[in-house]
């Protein structure tokens, strides 16, 4: 007789079993994508990141290589997002002269240095900002006139001592070529959770238009919520097809020669997306920013 056959008991398990696996292909892309937004985000609760946590997979930023978590397959750098809308940061106000930084409501490990002053000046239009490591200067041009309240807070950070003695945390790949630095919290031995720290305020994000993450890009490291930038940062040292979300705030004039070298290293306590802490240890010592208006 013609007709629709029955399906028998195996063949219902060899569907189930089928759609089952289905269904763990579309969760691990859909993580692997996340994993990539994550990769470099940033610092404050989670592990960037990314920036960050800056994250995991291989593609920090987005496109193949991955943030916070330099972000997951990598993710790019990531910072912690303010928990309500009347705790959002303000971008600098051109009328006032200001940026409106705030109380960082998402949590992790503060190190407490107080907030950086709300007046700020575009003037000089770029600062220089030397990162002085156990490996040599890294020297990082900075773009005062579009990213104004980055500059202000970097500078505010680098006067209180903040940065010195912290270990830059998590190194990519050559998919996610990317350096995390700027938790003060952080180990660095591949065994620790690091990317969770962060100054105890965020600010917005900036100079997004139009931004790519080439080689010699310096950006900041944040969650995926907007304003959620603090004081992680990523040094590129390959070109990271990364969303326009990191505030893109210097180009590095010096020091590339190091981050190839800790990059060809590799990495301590691979996160299982090629990123890790770096086996060669990079220390920051100090960190001076001249310029000022």
Known sequence: MGGKAVATGKDRQKQLAREHYERQLKNRREREQRAKRTAIIGSTVGVVVVVGGIVAAVALMGGDPGTEAAATPTQPPTETAPASPAAQPKPYDAKTGTCGYVADAAGGKVKDVGMPPAEVKLTPATKTMTLKTNLGDIVVKLDNAKAPCTVNSLEF??????????????????????LQCGDPSAKADGKSMDGSGGPGYVMVEENLEGATYKRGVMAMAKTQAPGS??????????DIGLTPDYTPVGTITKGLDILDKVNKAGVLGDAGDGTGAPKETIEIKDVTIAGKG
């Open 229 to 238: 930038t603090g004081s992680q940062f990523f040094l590129v040292y390959g």
């Open 157 to 178: 950070l680098a006067d209180k001592k903040y940065y010195d003695g912290s270990k830059c945390h998590r190194l990519g790949s050559d998919k996610f070529p990317m």
